[in-house]
């Protein structure tokens, strides 16, 4: 990345979930614009001590009212929030039959709860500025469902959603909304995302956990999600957009679109290898 394009546009970010994955490219490429970076983890000592970098400590599962605390603390060290990224997330891996409700429910109020109350604040801050750019990092899990993945598959669509709505709040405010969509990456999510598997797995399950590792493994490299983000922001435009390889971003959004939901969901179950 030469040429910087976002400052002095954008001064000030928090990237949520900045210690590893999409996150940390994210807010090492908002640092190369010269951009002073907010960067959130459950253990903020691991994150780097580095110029315009501040580690902040969050966790998902807190709930709401950290959320709030999060962008008030935010607004008050940088004086004013300019982009917020919302980024951390993770899976729980398992079938319906191996999840208790609580589990369903608690990865949706920390997904989906704590999105909205994310954005809600940070629109709210930003608003009487009459500036500002919330990104919220989706998932191509809201378009095609991964099997074993439901709790994550709804909290994405719902995502996708409060992130239609944001966009539609957002350009009332004169503020931009971005549903950042990335397929498959190649991170530590499926290494999380198994760290506790169910003891009940099924044949099908342990297949489609294989063929979830093999994705992973061929997907690009995170920087490529970083090079997408910097360009959206750069046009700064609200709307969608897709992120990795040409097959997830262009060939099976197409193909979806033009094939019968039957066929749809055939190519699915083979391309998981849930069949
Ligand atoms: N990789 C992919 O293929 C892919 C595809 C589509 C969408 N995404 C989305 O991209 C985002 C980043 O994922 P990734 O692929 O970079 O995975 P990752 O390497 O596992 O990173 C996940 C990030 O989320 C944070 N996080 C996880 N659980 C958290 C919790 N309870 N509270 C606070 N932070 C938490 C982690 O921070 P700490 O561990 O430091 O607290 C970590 O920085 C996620 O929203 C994911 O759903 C990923």
Redesign the pocket.
Known sequence: MSRTILSPRIRTALV?????????AFAEMLLAEGVEVWG????PD??PMRERFHPVG?????GDLAAEALIARVERESGGLDLLVH?????VFGGLLDQPLAVWRAQLD??LGVSFALDRAALAAMTPRRRGTIVN?????AEFSIPYLAG?NVA?AGLVALTESLMFEAGEAGITAIDF?????????????FAAPPSSCSDSARRVARRLDAI?AA?PR?EHAARDLRRALARGRSGVVRS?SFFQTVLAPLGARLAPLALRRAVMARYFAAR
């Open positions: 949520t979930g900045a210690g590893g994955g999409l996150g940390r959130t983890s459950r253990r691991s994150l969050f966790d998902l599962v807190a980024n951390a997330g993770f899976g920390a997904m990092v989706t998932s191509m899990a994550y994405k969509r990335p397929g498959d990456y190649r991170t530590g999510f499926n290494k999380s995302m992973l997907a995170p990795g």
